[in-house]
């Protein structure tokens, strides 16, 4: 088994019969290299289709760009609070601060891994008393794929009326009793990274109410020029239209999205199977059937007792490689190890797996443990930290097949045995 590819987490994957080269081409072929163009239209039409409900969609140069912009249309700025999930990737909290405004961590709910309704309403009503203002906005994002409790999160936003965000990045497809996430709040985010359900290599999408929202974003996005023959600006902009050289490959890449969207459920359903009788070793799963996943990655956590191969040596080195491989992009660090990590045994089996050519990651650290927030209030259990010391993600996606999910499973199988 040497000569074995490395397993990757989620891997972008192209139509079979070429789809994507056939618009870019066309982009070539009618000169339209630019932030605009028919192929960005058509892929906007394709994805209102897709997420339905009449929404009105911007396709836009990345999903942090998305974030930006809907903080933005809920008329977030200097000085506002915005209460957001803290169990997150990094671009669901940064743009809050690139407006001048101040992140609100809220926790998450053990069954979803996402924000807990009871937490949010704690801190709506602490931030009200404190500051004497309620939040800005509410930012809720689904992990992994994972829907959030949609009714009681919305009950809240509309409890207060709070303008809500949905960060569905990670949620393309995911759904809740049927209906797509990203079009229950005032705005939803879609990414189309390298790395997600479908991929334009960078880009995103701003879901919108109705159309004259679609034009305020769009024109934020086109760095905000007003009707004149010259440019002429009565606010700041931004340059976060997509390429149409990029929006060709979504466009290609909408004609395999309801496959790929079936096969991370298949692969999540196979892990289940194969993985049910390992003892320590829990996947995690909709906690009932209104959270309609899309399982873009398999997630799971390790009891802390299981012993791992080599779990001793966890944390003796410093890594040299940022997780993510972002582009060969490194900060160095001077520890091992920090005050929040995931256990010994988490790292030792992302190790033995790296050994055996699988990625494994941990799950993502919690934003108010990040060192860059640590002025940052937060209001929570402590579920999510707990999360992020037993949890570990696993490949998913269209470039894993069944025989690579029993190739993971026995190894998986191999590092927690011989103890
Ligand atoms: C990927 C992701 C985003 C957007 O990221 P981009 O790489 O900028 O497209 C936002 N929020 C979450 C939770 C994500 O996973």
């Not at 990757?8 to 618009?23: F, N, P, R, T, V």
């Not at 999205?257 to 079936?262: G, R, S, T, V």
């Amino acid at each position: 088994m040497t000569d074995r590819k490395t397993i990757y987490l989620c891997l972008a994957h192209m139509s079979e019969d070429g789809q994507e080269q056939k618009y870019v081409q066309e982009a070539f072929d009618t000169n339209w290299v630019v932030p605009l163009g028919p192929n960005v239209n058509a892929f906007e039409q394709s994805l209102e289709q897709f997420v339905g409900q009449g929404k009105h969609v911007v396709a836009l140069n990345s999903g942090t760009s998305a974030v930006h912009l809907a903080l933005l249309g809920c008329g977030v700025s200097a000085g506002d609070e915005v209460c957001v999930q803290s169990f997150t990737f990094c671009a669901s909290s940064h743009p809050i601060t690139y407006l001048g405004a101040k992140p609100i961590f809220i926790g998450s709910e053990k069954d979803s891994w996402n924000m807990d309704p009871q937490l949010l309403e704690k801190a709506i009503l602490d931030r009200k008393a404190k500051t004497g203002r309620y939040p800005k906005a509410i930012e809720v994002v689904s992990l992994y794929g994972m829907p959030y409790n949609v009714d009681r999160i919305l009950a809240i936003a509309h409890k207060y009326n709070i303008p809500l965000i949905e960060d569905a990045a990670e949620g393309m497809g995911s759904c809740w009793k049927g209906r797509a996430l990203g079009t229950f709040g005032r705005f939803g985010v879609l990414s189309f990274n390298g790395n997600k359900m479908i991929t334009t290599s960078g880009g995103g999408a701003l879901i919108c109410s109705d159309a004259a929202t679609k034009d305020k974003i769009m024109w934020y996005a086109t760095q905000a020029r007003d009707a004149y023959p010259y440019y002429q600006h009565t606010a700041i902009g931004y340059n976060y239209r997509l390429s149409n050289v990029s929006a060709g490959i979504g466009r290609g890449q909408m004609t395999v999205l309801d496959a790929h969207i079936a096969h991370h459920r298949h692969v999540q359903q196979l892990y289940q199977e194969l993985l049910s009788n390992v003892p320590g070793v829990h996947i995690h799963s909709a906690p009932s059937p209104e959270y309609e996943s899309n399982y873009w990655l398999c997630t799971a956590i390790l009891d802390p007792d299981v012993k791992v191969q080599g779990q001793e040596n966890a944390y003796k080195e410093i890594v040299t490689t940022a997780v993510g491989g972002a582009a060969g992009v490194i900060h160095a660090v001077d520890s091992a190890s920090t005050d929040c990590q995931p256990n010994d045994n988490i790292e030792a089996l992302r190790l033995y797996m790296l050994s055996k050519k699988i990625e494994a990651r941990p799950l993502w650290k919690p934003m108010h443990k990040q060192p860059v927030y640590h002025d940052a209030p937060s209001y929570t259990n402590g579920v999510e930290e707990e999360l992020f010391k037993v949890g570990f993600c696993l490949p998913a996606g269209p470039c894993v097949s069944d025989d690579d999910v029993s190739y993971i499973v026995q190894s998986i199988k191999e590092a927690i045995q011989s103890n």
